[in-house]
């Protein structure tokens, strides 16, 4: 089974991964949810903080097509593929 994870402390909510999953694995959830995650300061840096943060609440039904990792401009996703690879966030 595909398992999708984000670090939420660097995830900034820019929904580019919900934007272009075709699958539907991510859901953007409003950042009070998530008490206790304190923003990534790198991050931060470079890029605002909005008022979500993503979820991958439809992990298992990744196909691996690799689109979020591209797009994910905190560079927070990691994906583990059925055979244990695993996939990094690289923002192009
Ligand atoms: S790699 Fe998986 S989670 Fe990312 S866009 Fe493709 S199907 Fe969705
Ligand atoms: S693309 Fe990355 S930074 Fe943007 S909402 Fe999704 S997980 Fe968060």
């Known amino acids: 089974m595909v398992q999708v994870d984000i670090a939420l ?4 909510g820019c929904a580019h ?3 272009v999953c075709p699958v539907n694995v991510f859901e ?3 950042r009070d949810q998530f008490p206790g995650v304190v923003d990534d300061a790198g991050v931060a840096a470079k890029f ?3 008022t979500e943060r993503s ?7 990744c196909i691996v097509c690799e ?3 591209f797009e ?6 990691t994906i583990t593929d059925d055979e244990g690879h695993v996939h990094t966030s690289t923002y192009k």
């Open 48 to 50: 605002q903080f909005r």
């Open 55 to 61: 979820l991958a609440v439809n992990g298992p039904e």
């Open 72 to 77: 994910c401009e905190g560079e927070c996703i």
């Open 9 to 12: 402390e660097k995830c900034t």
């Open 28 to 30: 953007l959830k409003p």
């Open 17 to 19: 991964c919900r934007d």
């Open 67 to 69: 689109a979020c990792l």
